[in-house]
């Protein structure tokens, strides 16, 4: 009987602790956009630890890095409370780079966890990777 009663008094304070603060709290309700998926850079897997960032114009919204050939983002909703911007709105559409280059296609941001596979250009690799030659013998 009291085992009963400590396990009905607990697991009130275990949900407000889990879901009781900002990221935590959207993963748990659902309310973050969470895109995941492969990256492909000229047919081929991405390679580990290229860095993959989700904007909203120049916005950064979340980072992450490449493992595997895949990437995972979680971009939480934004907080209209809030002076500065924080996550996505709805409606928007999201726009990702792997080093620097973009990767297509951008998507309108959506709750929840979904697939979106995403793919480099050759060309986009190229022009960033010349320029850094050129500028090494400048």
Known sequence: MIRSLYFRLLIPVIFFIVIGNGVEAQVVLGTACEPYGSVTIEGQPAANNLLVIAYVGDVELARTHTFGGQYSLVIPLD????????????????????????????????????????????????????????ALFR
Not at 80 to 108: L, M, V
């Open 79 to 134: 907080d209209p409370a809030t002076p500065h911007r924080d996550g996505y709105r709805a409606g928007e559409i999201i726009s990702i780079r792997i080093n620097g280059s973009p990767a297509t296609p951008s998507f309108e941001a959506f709750q929840g966890r979904q697939r979106r596979d995403i793919e480099v250009a050759t060309l986009s690799i190229r022009i960033e990777t010349w320029g850094r030659i050129k």
